[in-house]
């Protein structure tokens, strides 16, 4: 615990770049890792040229830009936003369960994205739009819940996990009734995968979480107030019921970005602000920090453990996710129970 | 003595005006049908040291959320520093009073420093980077609470006693004109209670409390006022509100009233032997006039 912020800072960003770059050399095809640094880091402006000047290969080019990168930046973007809305939320509720799976957030994302996929279109800018507008929903069905006692956290809590199973399974009735085809794309899309990433898909998630980790850090001594005790941020001068409604709103825009994007992936808002506050403590600046590089580095190498894990088949990351997970929250509760550092 | 720009006087210009900090004038307060406070009339003077007391239910706790805003009164008009409280931001009340409450322990370690630090929230703009004055004004109040060597401690693991002191740091940091206590020395052993209250009294700013402890009322308190199912009975200094009469009349117990041994105020002993206990219906002016009522 004596290991000052700033070197736990800088190992973590080292270890993101780190698993940013071996993450992309493998895969199918092993890149070596020099074609991988020399492509990245040296002859990034040469997308597309046969055989550039720095001595890489135009397939690894090719494999490294056109399909590893984006989909190793979108893993890296879906962890980072699902981490930081997962610390937000467990600051602002007091609980340490919340995620944006528990409010029910990603299941009025993912209802309004099957919409989308099963009536409409498959093109991204409709199912982000789907994924919007079922996150809304899903925050007023909430908020409409949990009434004039909304500015009671529990009764926001159980009326976020009323909301949430209601709307699975209109989501589940949508997929029995598609056909079998659809269905399997649904089912699919539903578990998680970042295998669909282009380029084009990476400007609005990281639009979505700038901003987000902007206003956290802004905010962060009135959340940090709130996480404390509502009465006592009360005291302190600090809209406590609007700051959390305003949170849960941009959680709920940060996560149904990204649902549109890679669909389903649970555990991770959960389980990695847990993990940032073991290592460097509750202060919310530090725990968002780590939430970016550890909750990014860590769905990268979900990701690889999803692409190599079973030859020639890639699994859907949201089973890599979760079965993960639950195998951590074994650990730590052994470790907890018996240190009692709880 | 420590430089604290708290052991100042306060703002001399606003003694001129009035004595008064809070002026309540009939004020009532009402959850849906029911009336918690009735009525309430009375003045906080400047730097007094004010304590609430009565039976657990009789609207102290209320009638302390009313005066820190957290309660808006339903009738009747209370005014802090000449102005309605109502007219007054939520932050605007944070700067000029801190309020120690008793939080429910939460799930998320935070150190002492940094619950400490919270009190620079109503003073400082939403963001901003922590300055080493910031550090400087911190490391005085928790030296001042004699809790220095935890600062770095995590506050879950605190006794009740120094979670209390830790709070009063708090206060301390937030440098308001006005410290409102809800309770503040329950399940505190007897030295901590002192401990609290002393330093409390040490800020040298207007003090609002409820207190179950009489004698430490007795001991601590420049004025009482004594408080029954959301009215207020009596008020006045101490010796005059904590006589046997009101004693029985309020909380329904025999008590003997004599001159503390140690200090200027009263001792109040109670008789606890089941045979001089007080019937709950005792009769007092109200019951006489619900009786003929209900004839």
């Known amino acids: 615990m004596k290991v000052s912020f700033s070197i736990i800072a800088l190992v973590s960003i080292g270890f993101t770049l780190l698993s940013v770059v071996v993450a992309t050399s493998i895969g199918s095809v092993d890149v070596p890792f020099s074609q991988v640094f020399n492509s990245v880091f040296v002859c990034s402006n040469d997308i597309g040229a046969s055989k550039s000047h720095c001595g890489v290969d135009a397939v690894y080019q090719k494999i490294v830009w056109e399909i590893r990168l984006p989909r190793i930046l979108m893993a890296l973007l879906t962890g980072i936003g699902l981490s930081i809305t997962g610390a937000i939320l467990q600051s602002v509720t007091r609980n340490p369960l919340a995620d944006p799976y528990l409010f029910g957030i990603s299941a009025g994302s993912a209802l309004g994205a099957v919409v989308v996929i099963s009536t409409i279109s498959g093109a991204m800018i409709s199912i982000t739009f789907g994924a919007l507008a079922g996150g809304a929903l899903s925050v007023i069905l909430m908020l409409t819940l949990a009434g004039r006692s909304a500015v009671q956290v529990e009764r926001l809590l159980l009326s976020g996990v009323a909301v949430s199973f209601m709307l699975s399974a209109f989501t589940s009735l949508i997929v029995y009734y598609s056909d079998p085809e659809t269905a399997s794309t649904l089912l699919f899309w539903m578990m998680g995968s970042f295998s669909n990433s282009e380029w084009g898909d990476l400007p609005l998630p990281l639009i979505a979480i700038i901003v987000g980790l902007l206003l956290f850090v802004v905010f962060r001594r009135w959340i940090g107030a709130i996480q404390a005790g509502d009465e006592g941020a009360f005291t302190l001068g600090i809209p406590v019921s609007q700051l959390r409604l305003a949170m849960l709103v941009l959680c709920s825009i940060i996560t149904a970005v990204l649902v549109a994007q890679v669909g389903g992936i649970g555990f991770v808002g959960l389980m990695i602000p847990h993990i940032c506050r073991f290592i460097v403590g509750s202060q919310l600046h530090k725990v968002l920090f780590m939430c970016v590089t550890l909750g990014g580095s860590f769905m990268v190498w979900v990701d690889v453990i999803a692409h190599t894990i079973l030859e020639s088949q890639v699994l859907p990351v949201g089973i890599v996710t979760s079965a993960i997970g639950s195998l951590f929250f074994f650990v730590i509760l052994k470790t907890r129970s018996r240190t009692q550092s709880f | ?295």
């Not at chain 2, 406070?37 to 004010?50: A, M, P, T, Y």
């Not at chain 2, 959320?65 to 931001?89: E, H, M, P, V």
């Not at chain 2, 207190?211 to 207020?232: P, S, T, V, Y």
């Not at chain 2, 002016?285 to 004839?295: M, V």
Request: net charge negative; glycine share 4%.
């Open chain 2, 1 to 295: 003595m420590s430089q604290h720009p708290l052991h100042l006087p306060a703002d001399s210009n606003q003694l001129d005006v009035t004595d008064s900090i809070f002026i309540a004038d009939q004020i009532s307060w009402q959850v849906d049908e029911l009336r918690i406070l009735d009525s309430l009339s009375f003045e906080v003077k400047r730097n007094e040291f004010l304590g609430f007391i009565g039976p657990n239910g009789a609207g102290k706790s209320s009638l302390l959320r009313c005066l820190f805003g957290k309660n808006s009164i339903s009738t009747g008009s209370l005014s802090f520093n000449q102005r309605a409280i109502n007219q007054y931001s939520r932050r605007e009340l944070a700067q000029q009073i801190a309020v120690l409450i008793q939080e429910p322990p939460t799930q998320f370690e935070m150190s002492v420093f940094d619950v400490v630090a919270m009190g620079l929230i109503p003073n400082r703009p939403l963001f901003s980077f922590s300055t080493q004055e910031d550090k400087q004004t911190i490391t005085h109040a928790l030296e001042k609470v004699e809790l220095l060597n935890k600062a770095q401690n995590a506050f879950n693991t605190l006794s009740g006693g120094e979670k209390q002191r830790v709070m009063v740091a708090r206060a301390i940091v937030q440098d308001p004109k006005v410290l409102i206590l809800d309770e503040p020395t329950n399940h505190l052993d007897i030295q901590h209670q002192i401990d609290v209250l002393q330093l409390a009294k040490e800020m040298n700013i207007t003090v609002l409390l409820s207190i179950h402890d009489l004698n430490m009322a007795a001991a601590f308190c420049d004025r009482l006022i004594l408080m029954k199912e959301g009215r207020i009975i009596t008020s006045g200094e101490p010796d005059s509100v904590l006589t046997r009469d009101n004693l029985e009349y309020v909380f329904s117990i025999r008590a003997q009233v004599d001159s503390h041994p140690f200090h200027s105020g009263k001792r109040i002993t109670y008789d606890f032997s089941p045979d001089t206990q007080i019937k709950k219906s005792i009769i007092s002016p109200k019951d006489i006039s619900e009786l003929g009522a209900e004839k």
